[in-house]
DNA sequence: CTCTAAGCGGAGGATTATACTCCGCTTGTG
DNA sequence: CACAAGCGGAGTATAATCCTCCGCTTAGAG
């Protein structure tokens, strides 16, 4: 593969993630190829149907954040510290766009990449409940919902730097929230 | 007015309402109509361009969570407790919309209305900040973001009912999070 | 440096989604 | 009962998006 097209090839899905997280759906291929300052030729060589480019996206961003959270848990003094990095990281490689692209997702190596990932989630979840981090009621699912909500867009019309920003903060509250030593959770 | 119009007219905000949160973004017309179980031309009737339904729209979700705001502030217990309310009940009343919305909206009556919502909200939290159930950091702006956040749609084909339920999860995190007891509030 | 196959761009036709009108039929109400 | 107010939705206009195709450009081997 000439030097070249790899590199479009690496613009082109980074350009996909950026999108695909700040319209928080699926965006017009032609948005995708003007964004990565490539022709809609070129898009189109590269993945010639929608399945081949979102199948590709769905790795290069699992493979991100899958190897963050194996930095993080490997690296972080507790299980509370590793739980907060992985989600911080998660945001930062844009683990959001799984949920919008997964119902197109059906390649041979998804469901085990995607086990992968799980597991590695639930192994952080475990240690920051054994590091008594984390109150009982508060599981591995409750941390991927809460990483998807960050990932969304707020609709809001704020720059992108902006709502990267407000996402950190609200991962940030939320782990406050399923710390420990919070007290009270009612529900109205 | 006659009677039919006038719940054709409710219906067709309603539906409205459910379906900017449902895609997140401004839906169909006729995905509209047909949701309302009215025509097309019924729409067309009562909103004949997009400005006069949307604004509707605004109005309708914005008093009900006036009224819904002033009610818990005037009933509940403590500051604590008028928030907690307010949120939920923000949430069940769609003012997400809001966020989706706002830039199509120029009526004359639209600041005003906003100004006295916006009031509302900081009057409800400085009185959980007089209470001490609130973090000094948190402020009322936080407040508005985690709601909008609350009310997108999370882009995971759960049903209604279960996001709903998110929703409300996650608004009781957030408020754990933001409560003045929870202790430490670090960055990543 | 030369040559060529790999790669590129983007105009433009095909397709699909959405907007909106129009008019004959139905129904609430005085 | 009369009839104005209201209704539905087929159908056309418009706009967005998809995707192909081919002549031009360029990386990189020899």
């Not at 899905?13 to 030729?41: F, N, Q, W, Y």
């Not at 010639?48 to 961003?61: E, G, N, T």
């Not at 993080?72 to 509370?80: K, P, R, S, V």
Request: net charge negative.
């Amino acid at each position: 593969m000439r030097a070249d097209a790899r590199r479009n090839r690496e613009r082109l899905l980074d350009s996909a993630v950026d999108l695909i997280l700040e319209v928080g759906g699926e965006p017009a291929r032609d948005a995708i190829a003007h964004r990565a300052e490539v022709g809609i030729g070129t898009l189109y060589r590269h993945f010639p149907d929608q399945q081949s480019l979102f199948h590709a996206v769905a790795l290069h961003v699992l493979d991100r954040t899958i190897g963050a959270g194996e930095l993080a848990l490997a690296d972080a003094a507790n299980g509370g510290e590793a739980l907060r990095r992985y989600m911080h990281l998660a945001v930062d490689h844009g683990l959001g766009v799984l949920s919008i692209i997964h119902p197109l997702l059906d390649h041979p190596h998804w469901p085990q990449q995607r086990a992968r990932a799980e597991s590695l989630l639930r192994a952080i979840v475990d240690l920051a409940h054994q590091d008594g981090m984390m109150k009982r009621d508060a599981t591995a699912q409750d941390i991927g919902f809460v990483i998807i909500r960050a990932c969304r867009p707020l609709a809001v019309g704020l720059p992108l730097a902006d709502e990267r920003a407000l996402a950190h903060r609200h991962i940030d509250i939320c782990l406050d929230g399923l710390t420990a030593s919070a007290s009270q959770s009612s529900s109205a």
